[in-house]
């Protein structure tokens, strides 16, 4: 009774210390609406309370979230590219190559270096896919000072590992280009609480940017982002990143024969594979995919994104067979491949084999009597049979002699099936 009483006073203790944040959210929309009011353009930036499991919040497009994963932390499963340590109450950095590093970042190369475009992983939410950040801060554990602000972050594309020399929105020494801004549409903070992902390497936010933002013929991603304006910086370094998720791949092939065996068989263009978190056979708006190269080739990154599950997890992986009408799956036997999904590991030959079904068609007709003379009435009996292995959709039937009879015959016809009419 006693440890329940303890929770359940935890509980409170939590709720009350919790809604605090709240409760500024509101004062500073207050003040916004005031200051909108007036003519002195006096604007706070708008507080974005993400101090709580759940908490969300689309700024300037980007989707900002508390994240709290449950996976180990360190190498091969974070990879980190800039951490910013200082012990001031306002701290700011960028990641790149170059020394000396201008602002607060750490200088070991392992924490911050120049980070490639293509290792962003790339996940999808409604089928919409969006480039993902980690976020891993460290604070002191004890409201309030557990808090912490994100004031601001932008990110660059540009074709230089060592960019340096930044100034307002871009820097001196090579040409960037500024991909996302946070105070882009209005000066924006993000309130952070330590307390809900405590210790080095378990991150607290991920940010969500549209990948059709990002300018694939440029190489790097710089990231620069400014902490504590409203809530000061103490104890312990903040640090961006990525999950290092597995990738799985494969190729799928026009298996003309039909063995369920590539023989060195043309591959399929454009169809989607995606990998079935839910298991029930269709693809959902979450669910990570590619769809095949001109070769047949796909590789599906970021498995697992998206998940609160750690890995390793097992799920199938499928591909969407009925936005191909008129084909069947040869390979694989069961119709999906089965894979455990464990951290920066790449799943490769799971390969996909299909077969266009053939179309056939037989047509008979037939008269009575055979013999007759001008003045007689016949009668003519036409057959259509589908002798092929797939639905026909009737286009039109004419008769050299009857004309068009398309009227007196089905639309669909399915494979085996026949149908007869008579004509007089
Ligand atoms: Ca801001
Ligand atoms: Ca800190
Ligand atoms: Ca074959
Ligand atoms: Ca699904």
């Not at 693809?283 to 796909?298: L, M, N, V």
Request: glycine share 8%; aromatic share 10%; hydrophobic share 35%.
């Amino acid at each position: 009774m006693i440890l329940k009483d303890q929770n359940e006073r935890r509980k409170l203790v939590d709720t009350k210390r919790h809604r605090k944040p709240r409760l500024w959210l509101m004062v500073a929309m207050v003040l916004a609406l005031a200051v909108g009011g007036s003519l002195i353009a006096l604007a706070a930036p708008i507080l974005n309370d993400l101090t709580h499991p759940g908490d969300t919040a689309t700024i300037n497009g980007a989707i900002f979230e508390v994240f709290t994963p449950t996976d180990p932390t360190g190498s091969g499963v974070f990879g980190p590219f800039v951490r910013i340590s200082t012990n001031k109450a306002v701290e700011h950095g960028y990641n790149t190559d170059w020394r000396p590093l201008e602002f607060d970042e750490n200088k070991s190369k392992q924490f911050t270096r120049s980070w490639l475009l293509s290792d962003i992983p790339l996940i999808p939410v409604d089928y919409v896919m969006y480039r993902e950040f980690q976020l891993d801060i460290n604070q002191e554990k004890k409201y309030p000072d557990s808090l912490l602000s994100l004031d601001k972050l932008e990110i660059y594309i540009t074709d230089d590992p060592e960019i340096h020399g930044k100034t307002d929105h871009t820097f001196s020494s090579a040409a960037s280009t500024l991909v996302y801004d946070m105070d882009g549409g209005g000066d924006n903070s993000v309130i952070m609480d330590y307390a809900n992902n405590e210790g080095s390497g378990k991150r607290d936010l991920r940010v969500l940017v549209p990948d059709d933002l990002f300018d694939r013929t440029k190489q790097y991603v710089v990231l620069y982002s400014l902490f504590g304006e409203e809530n000061g910086n103490n104890d312990g370094y903040e640090e961006w990143g990525v999950a290092l998720y597995p990738s799985k791949s494969g190729i799928k092939f026009n298996d003309l024969n039909g063995n369920g065996v590539n023989d060195g068989e043309p591959g399929l263009e454009g169809w989607t594979i995606y990998v079935d978190y839910n298991d029930d056979g269709v693809w959902d708006g979450d669910e990570p995919f590619a769809i095949t190269e001109s070769d047949g080739s796909y590789i599906i990154n970021s498995v697992g994104a998206g998940q609160p599950l750690d890995l390793p997890q097992t799920w199938k992986v499928r591909e969407v067979l009925d936005e191909h009408p008129g084909w069947i799956q040869t390979y694989p036997a069961s119709g999906y491949h089965e894979e455990t999904f464990n951290w920066d590991q790449d799943y490769t030959d799971n390969d996909f084999g299909n077969r266009r079904l053939v179309p056939d068609v037989d047509v008979t007709k037939s008269v009575t009597p055979t013999v007759s003379k001008a003045t007689d009435t016949v009668t003519y009996t036409i057959t259509v049979t589908n002798t092929g292995e797939t639905m026909l959709y009737k286009d039109s039937i004419i008769d050299t002699v009857l004309g068009d009879l398309s009227g007196s015959f089905a639309t669909d016809l399915a494979a085996g099936a026949s149908e007869t009419h008579t004509f007089d």
